[in-house]
Nanobody, 122 residues
Framework: QVQLVESGGGLVQVGGSLRLSCAAS????????MGWFRQAPGKEREFVAA????????FYADSVKGQFTISRNYAKNTVYLQMNSLKPEDTAVYYC???????????????WGQGTQVTVSS
């Protein structure tokens, strides 16, 4: 089992920044690829970013490329999502997930956090 706990969400103005954190506990963190997803009201959960188990590979949704950065700290068993130049359309609940491979579909991840709300006000 892997337990994931997100933090760092909140209310921010357009153009602002937030850094989300996802703290992992349980099974060895290094064994898992990590992903960030988001879900806005009335919409399906969508892929945002992923990072491989080694940390050397990252992948982003086109909608956030150049705007968001995913990283991981093995000493802290934590994965981060740095979000810059935030827009109202970035408003959603953000979830982190752990899985065997770095994929873009929610079904490819086994463990999920409870989510953290990000609201971007205009």
């Amino acid at each position: 089992q892997v337990q994931l706990v997100e933090s760092g969400g909140g209310l921010v103005q357009v153009g602002g920044s937030l850094r989300l954190s996802c703290a992992a506990s349980g099974r060895t963190f290094i064994n898992y690829a990590m992903g960030w997803f988001r879900q806005a009201p009335g919409k399906e959960r969508e892929f945002v970013a992923a990072i491989g188990w080694s940390g050397g590979k990252t992948f982003y949704a086109d909608s956030v490329k150049g705007q968001f950065t995913i990283s991981r700290n093995y000493a802290k068993n934590t994965v981060y999502l740095q979000m810059n130049s935030l827009k109202p359309e970035d408003t959603a609940v953000y979830y982190c997930a752990a899985g065997a491979m770095m994929v873009t579909t929610p079904g490819g991840y086994v463990y999920w956090g409870q989510g953290t709300q990000v609201t971007v006000s205009s």
